[in-house]
T-cell receptor
Framework: GAGVSQSPSNKVTEKGKDVELRCDPI?????LYWYRQSLGQGLEFLIY????????KSGLPSDRFSAERTGGSVSTLTIQRTQQEDSAVYLC?????????????FGEGSRLTVL | QQQVKQSPQSLIVQKGGIPIINCAYE??????FPWYQQFPGKGPALLIA?????SEKKEGRFTISFNKSAKQFSLHIMDSQPGDSATYFC?????????????FGTGTRLQVTL
């Protein structure tokens, strides 16, 4: 498909376990974003990758959260020692330099449930 | 600190009505204001956007009104249809012309009834 692909679509884990969420952006998009969507909380910015620049990690809520982007394409968001408050939908988006400013293309998200 | 405040949290209108969703921002460096539409189980998608040098923008049945001095902007949906039922997010950014992160409002769940 031509859109942003995320996996898994659903993940149920036990408190204290580590989880990895994957994002495959639209081919050729240089920017990649992770957002978290909790009920009633809107879309919370987590981290932003732009080309080869250092990522903007200003939205990561704690040091249990990390993300990497390999080869300027696929990204993995890792949550260590998960807590119940980490339960949310994690959305990945990508955008293109030179495209419509502010137009982020979102995937369908990975729903994380921490028991 | 929430930089974009959105209201109402939910809204129910009848078919043909004109729902209005309001947003206010604090950061005067913001210079691009998009609206996103999200259907259940899907990611948000860009609906319409405005820059602060214009006071209004229309695309089809969707209109953004922008008040720079008040730091407020709103979305109006003309002749609303049941298919418009979705969650709407306003957003803001301050790096126009390049890819940049968006700050989103908390969303408005709109239901359009028959």
């Amino acid at each position: 498909g031509a859109g942003v692909s995320q996996s898994p679509s659903n993940k149920v884990t036990e408190k204290g376990k580590d989880v990895e969420l994957r994002c495959d952006p639209i081919s050729g998009h240089t920017a990649l974003y992770w957002y978290r969507q909790s009920l009633g909380q809107g879309l919370e910015f987590l981290i932003y990758f732009q080309g080869n620049s250092a990522p903007d990690k200003s939205g990561l809520p704690s040091d249990r959260f990390s993300a990497e982007r390999t080869g300027g394409s696929v990204s993995t968001l890792t949550i260590q020692r998960t807590q119940q408050e980490d339960s949310a939908v994690y959305l990945c988006a990508s955008s293109a330099n030179g495209g419509t400013p502010g137009e982020l293309f979102f995937g369908e998200g990975s729903r994380l449930t921490v028991l | 600190q929430q930089q974009v405040k959105q209201s109402p949290q939910s809204l129910i209108v009848q078919k043909g009505g004109i729902p209005i969703i309001n947003c206010a921002y604090e950061n005067t460096a913001f210079d691009y204001f998009p609206w996103y539409q999200q259907f259940p189980g899907k990611g948000p998608a860009l609906l319409i956007a405005i820059r602060p040098d214009v006071s209004e923008k229309k695309e089809g049945r969707f209109t953004i009104s922008f008040n720079k001095s008040a730091k407020q902007f709103s979305l109006h949906i003309m002749d609303s249809q049941p298919g418009d039922s979705a969650t709407y997010f306003c957003a803001a950014s301050h790096n126009t012309g390049t890819a940049s992160k968006l700050t989103f409002g908390t969303g408005t769940r709109l239901q359009v009834t028959l």
